[in-house]
Nanobody
Framework: VQLQASGGGLVQAGGSLRLSCAASGRTFSSYTAGWFRQAPGKEREFVAAISRSGAGTLYSDSVKGRFTISRDNAQNMVYLQMNSLKPEDTAVYYC???????????????WGQGTEVTVSS
């Protein structure tokens, strides 16, 4: 599967953005998906993950209650709705997918290119 992330941009603190991840192929419902981010000078970190059906979701403590991951398998899309953004959310955001793994580590097999999010104070 190939993944294409989009939707990043510049937003003021307290604002919202929705990231999108478009997946190629006709069996996207067979894949779990996740969002990760990497801030300048920092390691990549887990943000959120979603099960194949969308019934299960995982979040990092730093975004829980502010971000929502969702998916539309009919459209081969995964979304990350980001609300109440903070300057510390500034990073390049990556979507990922895997046929089997569903969790908080970077074990996902397929990765998209990043989309940059900048939150100004």
């Amino acid at each position: 599967v190939q993944l294409q992330a989009s939707g990043g941009g510049l937003v003021q603190a307290g604002g919202s953005l929705r990231l999108s991840c478009a997946a190629s192929g006709r069996t996207f419902s067979s894949y779990t998906a996740g969002w990760f981010r990497q801030a300048p000078g920092k390691e990549r970190e887990f943000v959120a993950a979603i099960s194949r059906s969308g019934a299960g979701t995982l979040y990092s403590d730093s975004v829980k209650g502010r971000f929502t991951i969702s998916r539309d398998n009919a459209q081969n899309m995964v979304y990350l709705q980001m609300n109440s953004l903070k300057p510390e959310d500034t990073a390049v955001y990556y979507c990922a997918a895997d046929l089997g793994y569903y969790g908080r580590t970077g074990r996902y097999e397929f990765w998209g290119q990043g989309t940059e999010v900048t939150v100004s104070s």
